[in-house]
């Protein structure tokens, strides 16, 4: 299918140096992610998804363990994707919700026990106090105002619940030593920004937007991913790049040159970077 390419605007918030971190920095619209890059029907995505997946699912699993997930737990699992983590809730006996824009890869979850709705987190609502924990990965810094996103989370929380937001920040990539991965991680991330509307920079406040939603028991932690030539990083990044290469080319901000040198960075054994960084951060809401 062809890719949704929004017209282009100047972003005013958190990604672009001197906006403000707080308000609504463009109208949301779900096609604007739905439909964009980042679409379901793109035939690569659902590869993009696992790769993720398998990158992601272990550090996800250890914290969510430590946070005391019990079964018959209540848990939300919002922009599930590609549905591991609701899938691995199931198993550990909880009552699993999982939400997403589009739910084409969710469906199997019901045959495991796990409710899933088409839902957008922006927009729709679950009543006050519906769930033990609520977990959000790689979802919330795609909205307009993700600190709002971040209090309606809350909201949804039973007394003494737990928030997870798990995101990423571009700023390790932005300054890489090796130019041909640099010069198209600043492309990439100037697209991302315009086109989906994302919020690279938002990460990095955690976990001011959860003590600002009413949160108690706050933690934070920080980690940088790896990459290396060939490695799974790698190979998520070339499909991230990929899908957005004819938008990126035909906005002048990188060409097929560049592409090109890039993805022969990517896939050289010699290769050794770092990536995104990971920002995760929990909070309770106070017991009644
Ligand atoms: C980068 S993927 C991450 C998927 C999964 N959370 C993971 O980490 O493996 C982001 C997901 O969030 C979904 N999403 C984006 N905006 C959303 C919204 N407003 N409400 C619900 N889901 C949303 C997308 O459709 C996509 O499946």
Same mark, same amino acid.
Not at 76 to 88: F, Q, T
Not at 145 to 171: I, M, Y
Not at 212 to 235: C, K, M, P, T, Y
């Given at each position: 299918?062809?890719?949704?390419?929004?017209?282009?605007?100047?972003?005013?918030?958190?990604?672009?140096?001197?906006?403000?971190?707080?308000?609504?920095?463009?109208?949301?619209?779900?096609?604007?992610?739905?439909?964009?890059?980042?679409? &379901? *029907?793109?035939?690569?995505?659902?590869?993009?998804?696992?790769?993720?997946?398998?990158?992601?699912?272990?550090?996800?699993?250890?914290?969510?363990?430590?946070?005391? %997930?019990?079964?018959?737990?209540?848990?939300?699992?919002?922009?599930?994707? *590609? *549905?591991?983590?609701?899938?691995?809730?199931?198993?550990?006996?909880?009552?699993?919700?999982?939400?997403?824009?589009?739910?084409?890869?969710?469906?199997?979850?019901?045959?495991?026990?796990?409710?899933?709705?088409? &839902?957008?987190?922006?927009?729709?609502?679950?009543?006050?106090?519906?769930?033990?924990?609520? &977990?959000?990965?790689?979802?919330?810094?795609?909205?307009?105002?993700?600190?709002?996103?971040?209090?309606?989370?809350?909201?949804?929380?039973?007394?003494?619940?737990?928030?997870?937001?798990?995101?990423?920040?571009?700023?390790?990539?932005?300054?890489?030593?090796?130019?041909?991965?640099?010069?198209?991680?600043?492309?990439?991330?100037?697209?991302?920004?315009?086109?989906?509307?994302?919020?690279?920079?938002?990460?990095?406040?955690?976990?001011?937007?959860?003590?600002?939603?009413?949160?108690?028991?706050?933690? %934070?932690?920080?980690?940088?991913? %790896?990459?290396?030539?060939?490695?799974?990083?790698?190979?998520?990044?070339?499909?991230?790049?990929?899908?957005?290469?004819?938008?990126?080319?035909?906005?002048?901000?990188?060409?097929?040159?560049?592409?090109?040198?890039?993805?022969?960075?990517?896939?050289?054994?010699?290769? &050794?970077?770092?990536?995104?960084?990971?920002?995760?951060?929990?909070?309770?809401?106070?017991?009644?």
């Amino acid at each position: 299918m062809d890719a949704y390419v929004p017209p282009v605007e100047e972003t005013s918030g958190a990604g672009s140096e001197s906006g403000p971190r707080s308000g609504e920095r463009w109208e949301w619209t779900q096609e604007r992610y739905r439909d964009g890059m980042f679409s &379901h *029907g793109i035939s690569s995505e659902r590869r993009r998804l696992g790769l993720l997946e398998s990158l992601l699912d272990g550090r996800t699993r250890s914290r969510i363990t430590a946070l005391g %997930l019990k079964p018959g737990d209540e848990v939300l699992e919002v922009g599930g994707g *590609g *549905g591991s983590v609701a899938r691995w809730l199931a198993e550990q006996g909880a009552r699993v919700t999982v939400t997403d824009l589009d739910t084409t890869f969710l469906e199997d979850l019901t045959d495991h026990g796990v409710r899933v709705l088409c &839902h957008d987190l922006y927009t729709e609502d679950f009543p006050p106090g519906s769930f033990d924990l609520i &977990h959000a990965r790689y979802v919330v810094l795609h909205l307009p105002d993700p600190d709002k996103a971040v209090a309606r989370l809350a909201e949804w929380l039973r007394p003494g619940g737990v928030l997870l937001v798990e995101e990423p920040a571009s700023f390790p990539v932005l300054d890489s030593p090796h130019p041909a991965y640099r010069t198209i991680m600043r492309a990439f991330r100037t697209h991302l920004e315009r086109s989906v509307g994302s919020d690279t920079g938002w990460a990095r406040t955690l976990p001011v937007p959860l003590e600002s939603a009413g949160l108690v028991d706050i933690g %934070l932690d920080a980690r940088i991913q %790896l990459v290396n030539g060939g490695d799974d990083e790698a190979e998520w990044w070339r499909l991230n790049l990929e899908q957005s290469r004819q938008a990126i080319v035909a906005a002048g901000l990188a060409d097929d040159t560049d592409f090109d040198a890039a993805y022969r960075e990517l896939a050289s054994p010699s290769f &050794h970077d770092l990536s995104l960084a990971v920002l995760t951060a929990w909070g309770r809401r106070k017991a009644v």
